[in-house]
C-alpha cells in the first residue's frame, strides 16, 4: 500500500514507504468514511503509517552502508527487509479487517476494487 519510485538497475522499482499521507487522504475520500467509522479507519490509517515508517527504517538502517557486497550478505538483508514488510502487512490487515467490517456494501465493493487494481500493479512490476 505504499509506493515509489527508485532506479534499480536500468529500471524502476517500487519502494514502500513514501507517499503514505496522500495514500491514506485517498483511500479515506474513496471510501467516504464518516465519523462512525473513524475508530477502524484511524486504527487502519496508523497500522499504514506505522508500517510506512518502519519500511523506511528498515531500508535505510540496511542500504545505509551500501549494498551488501556478498550474495548471502545481500540474501541476509532482503530478508530482514521482507521480515519487515511482512510485520507490517500482517498488522495492516488485521487493522483493514476491522475496517472492512464496519463499511457499507457499497464502501466495501470500493476497497474491493481499490485493493484489486493496486495487486494487478505489484504484479506487474514483479513480472
Known amino acids: 500500500m505504499m ?18 499521507k ?30 510506512a515508517k518502519s519500511m523506511r527504517a528498515s531500508m535505510a538502517a540496511i542500504m545505509g552502508s551500501g549494498m551488501p557486497a556478498t550474495a548471502p550478505a545481500r540474501s541476509d538483508a532482503m530478508i530482514a527487509i521482507m ?22 456494501d457499497e464502501q466495501k465493493k470500493t476497497a474491493d476494487e481499490l485493493m484489486m487494481a493496486r495487486m494487478a500493479r505489484s504484479e506487474e512490476h514483479t513480472s
Request: one cysteine or more; aromatic letters at 6%; a positive charge.
Open 83 to 104: 521480515t519487515v514488510r511482512l510485520e507490517a502487512m500482517k498488522a495492516t490487515s488485521t487493522a483493514g479487517k476491522a475496517l472492512y467490517a464496519v463499511l457499507t
Open 3 to 20: 509506493d515509489c519510485m527508485m532506479p534499480s538497475g536500468g529500471g524502476m522499482t517500487m519502494m514502500p514507504g513514501q507517499h503514505i
Open 22 to 51: 496522500g495514500r491514506i487522504a485517498y483511500l479515506k475520500a474513496e471510501l467516504g468514511i464518516v465519523d462512525a467509522q473513524l475508530p477502524q479507519w484511524n486504527a487502519f490509517a496508523d497500522a499504514m503509517r506505522l508500517g
